[in-house]
């Protein structure tokens, strides 16, 4: 089955305590973004890849750090999560590396920072 | 700066009426305008999209309409079903040197009344 997975879905955590949320795609998409979605602000991208060797920041990119070491996976990484960074998370792909249409998204990653 | 605006942020309507969901965007470069649906604890999946060269598209029970000179989208479901409610979310593309970026609105909660 298509689809994008993430890891964990849920997480508590406290401030200070490096998490890493991972992403994973099998559809062999060249493009791959990382979302927090908050109240009222609809969905905010992180980071962004274009392909293997491009990789850049988003709207948001404070706090966070990504990498793209192979084409499936985009990793999302918390140095030193704040409570701020307390959100639902989703990683997304698309086909295209310049992405020219439809967004998969991944069932998200709730994560809380105490 | 880029820019999406969405309205209302909530709307109740009862089953079988009509819901229209509007949408502003800020770069008259934007060239693509897709809709997703985010029920309740899902992530969001496309629903309908339109490009800036069509005025308007329509899949079955709903619709979008493009008013580029206003800078305008709006999103129409018709015969309302309870399967309808969901948080709706409109995006504008804008394409940059080498890829396209998306901006999303801030979300509409629809709920359908039965």
């Known amino acids: 089955e298509a689809q994008v997975t993430q890891n964990p879905r849920y997480l508590i955590t406290v401030t200070g305590k490096k998490l890493t949320v991972t992403c994973s795609q099998n559809?062999?998409?060249?493009?791959m973004s990382w979302y927090r979605q908050d109240p009222g602000l609809g969905l905010r991208q992180i980071y962004y890849s274009m392909n293997v060797e491009v990789t850049d920041k988003g709207d948001v990119p404070e706090g966070y750090k990504v990498s793209r070491k192979e084409k499936r996976n985009f990793p999302l990484i918390l140095e030193s999560p704040s409570p701020n960074q307390t959100s639902l998370y989703f990683c997304?792909?698309?086909?295209?590396?310049?992405?020219?249409?439809?967004?998969?998204f991944g069932e998200g990653s709730r994560l809380t920072v105490l | 700066g880029e820019n999406v605006e969405q309205h209302p942020s909530t709307l109740s309507v009862q089953e079988g009426d009509s819901a229209v969901i509007k949408c502003t965007y800020s770069?008259?470069?934007?060239?693509?305008f897709p809709w997703y649906k985010q029920e309740l604890g899902k992530r969001p999946q496309l629903i309908i999209d339109?490009?800036?060269?069509?005025g308007e598209k329509k899949d079955q029970r709903i619709a979008v309409t493009l008013n580029k000179t206003a800078k305008h989208f709006s999103l129409h479901i018709t015969e309302t079903q309870p399967e309808d409610s969901a948080v709706y979310f409109c995006?504008?593309?804008?394409?940059?040197?080498?890829?396209?970026?998306?901006?999303f609105g801030p979300g509409t909660s629809l709920s359908v009344i039965p």
């Open positions: 339109i490009r800036s060269n069509v």
């Open positions: 770069d008259s470069a934007s060239n693509y």
């Open positions: 559809m062999n998409h060249e493009y």
């Open positions: 995006a504008a593309s804008i394409r940059k040197t080498s890829y396209d970026k998306v901006i």
């Open positions: 997304a792909s698309s086909p295209f590396s310049g992405y020219t249409g439809e967004l998969f």
